[in-house]
């Protein structure tokens, strides 16, 4: 983990990589969870003998499931000393662009965009959260997440 003693420290940033989460696997379990938790039980995702014959050769996770993971990257990727609390604000873009075979181990990449300051003291911090998975050519989610932190 990456640790940034003030904001200010992360003004040079902008444009360069902060660095990378610790890796998680996404189960089958968690699969299930997730499927449990959102209603979305769609076989491809659920029913990994039936997905054996789908068009991945087995079960894949959610994208919302791959998105959902990202405030724990954030959580083990960088942190800034001086907020005191950090608000998730929300996303400008999401792509999926591969899928995620069950059984993955799932990290993120960040890259700071802009820093700008927003009311009530605090100064929202745009990152790409570049989701890749172990051994893949390309990230499996692309994503602009906006958070704002607060001193």
């Known amino acids: 983990m990456r640790i940034f003693d003030t904001l200010a420290d992360l003004q040079a940033l902008i444009g360069q990589p902060l660095g990378h989460s610790d890796w998680i696997t996404v189960?089958?379990?968690r699969v299930n969870a997730f499927a449990e938790a959102t209603e979305d039980r769609q076989w491809i995702h659920v029913d990994p003998e039936r997905a054996k014959a789908g068009p991945f050769?087995?079960?894949i996770a959610h994208g919302f499931l791959t998105l959902s993971l990202i405030p724990y990257?954030?959580?083990?990727?960088?942190?800034?000393?001086?907020s005191r609390m950090v608000l998730n604000y929300g996303l400008n873009k999401v792509r999926f662009t591969?899928?995620?075979p069950?059984?993955?181990r799932l990290r993120a990449a960040f890259k700071l965009l802009a820093m700008d300051e927003v009311a009530g003291g605090a100064v929202q911090l745009t990152v790409e959260v570049a989701v890749e998975a172990e051994?893949?050519?390309?990230p499996v989610c692309v994503a602009e997440s906006l958070a704002r932190h607060y001193r």
């Open 135 to 138: 051994g893949a050519a390309k």
């Open 57 to 59: 050769g087995g079960p």
């Open 27 to 29: 189960d089958q379990a």
């Open 98 to 100: 591969a899928p995620v």
């Open 73 to 82: 990257f954030f959580e083990t990727g960088f942190a800034v000393r001086e």
């Open 102 to 104: 069950v059984g993955s």
